[in-house]
């Protein structure tokens, strides 16, 4: 079983900054890639950022040059810090991790964490 929790969000105005976290733990062999996906009301949920275990980066139009995902000193824990918030930027934001298992690749959603920017 792996466990995935965010971490992180809140209420911020417009032009303010966030940083979310997001740790894995369970059983697994590595992570192969860490997404970031968010979901406002109405709308489907969609990635904004993902990093791989190579530390490669794929940001949403959206988000480029605003927001940055990195990988932290502990390989199971990532961030993204989210730079000139827009009141569009508002939504809940998970985190997906896909890891190995033994028995081949999986990957788990955490809970999400809200993220509210006001005009």
């Known amino acids: 079983q792996v466990h995935v929790v965010e971490s992180g969000g809140g209420l911020v105005q417009a032009g303010g900054s966030l940083r979310l976290s997001c740790a894995a733990s369970?059983?697994?062999?590595?992570?192969?890639?860490t997404g970031w996906y968010r979901q406002a009301p109405g709308k489907q949920r969609e990635l904004v950022a993902k990093?791989?275990?190579?530390?490669?980066?794929h940001y949403a139009d959206s988000v480029k040059g605003r927001f940055t995902t990195s990988r932290g000193n502990s390989k199971n824990t990532v961030y993204l810090q989210m730079n000139s918030l827009k009141p569009e930027d508002s939504a809940v934001y998970y985190c997906?991790?896909?890891?190995?298992?033994?028995?081949?690749?999986?990957?788990?959603w955490g809970q999400g964490t809200q993220v509210t920017v006001s005009s």
């Open positions: 990093v791989t275990d190579g530390s490669n980066t």
């Open positions: 997906n991790v896909e890891v190995v298992h033994h028995i081949g690749e999986s990957d788990y």
């Open positions: 369970g059983n697994f062999l590595a992570i192969l890639a």
